[in-house]
């Protein structure tokens, strides 16, 4: 979703000229969307991304990337606290870090109209796609429900509170990842099938045995 959220941004004139992008894709894309909204239904501790593919969507030219503080506050349950300790809490200790740096810096006020900006929100889940006032069979916005975590450390589910947002989009990606199946052969005590992955700890299968 980030990847997809920093090449919309970035545009002709933000470097996608000097890559391998179709032709066609560059001439749709043009100089990049003004606005990209980055939804997660869980908080920013439960986040897929990388620190690096943050990184680079804080480096952009003419571009603002926005976290809204409250949100990651929201989002810091006393679960998702103890998953920022221990070993192999590290990465997502300098992404809670990075984000809050994020979300406390002043968007420049000067040429902001002329800014692009990539927004990234949590704990809304995506319910409805809303058609268009002026042309039905397109997109004109996404209705989301606020959500809350509820759950024990690695393992805090989004939970419907009944609060609506609608937010205005013309165009929609749905990115949502994939769920991992079991080998064949390999023992069901090794593979957790509701959450598609094999057991693990930090990494560790058994002896010379990982998964990443």
Do not use: W
Not at 35 to 50: N, Y
Not at 116 to 133: A, E, H, Q, S, T
Not at 149 to 158: D, I
Request: a positive charge; charged letters at 30%; aromatic letters at 4%.
């Amino acid at each position: 979703a980030l990847d997809c959220a920093r090449v919309l941004a970035k545009g002709q004139s933000g470097g996608l000229m000097d890559t391998d992008i179709a032709s066609e894709a560059l001439s749709v894309i043009g100089d990049g969307v003004g606005r990209t909204t980055v939804l997660g239904r869980r908080g920013h501790v439960q986040g897929a991304f990388t620190i690096k593919e943050l990184r680079e969507l804080t480096k952009l030219d003419h571009v603002d990337f926005v976290v809204d503080e409250k949100e990651l506050e929201e989002g810091m349950t006393t679960s998702s606290m103890e998953e920022l300790k221990g070993d192999g809490a590290r990465p997502k200790v300098r992404i809670d870090k990075l984000l809050r740096d994020v979300a406390r810096t002043r968007i420049q006020e000067d040429n902001e109209r002329q800014r692009k900006k990539v927004i990234l929100r949590f704990l809304l889940n995506p319910v409805k796609f809303l058609p268009n006032g002026l042309d039905q069979i397109r997109v004109g916005s996404v209705l989301c429900e606020k959500t809350r975590l509820e759950g024990r450390p690695g393992r805090q589910v989004a939970v419907r509170t009944g609060i609506m947002e609608e937010i205005p989009a013309d165009m929609v990606l749905v990115s949502i990842g994939y769920k991992g199946v079991k080998l064949p052969g390999m023992d069901d005590r090794l593979f957790d099938a509701r959450r598609g992955i094999v057991q693990n700890t930090h990494g560790k299968v058994s002896d010379n045995l990982y998964v990443s």
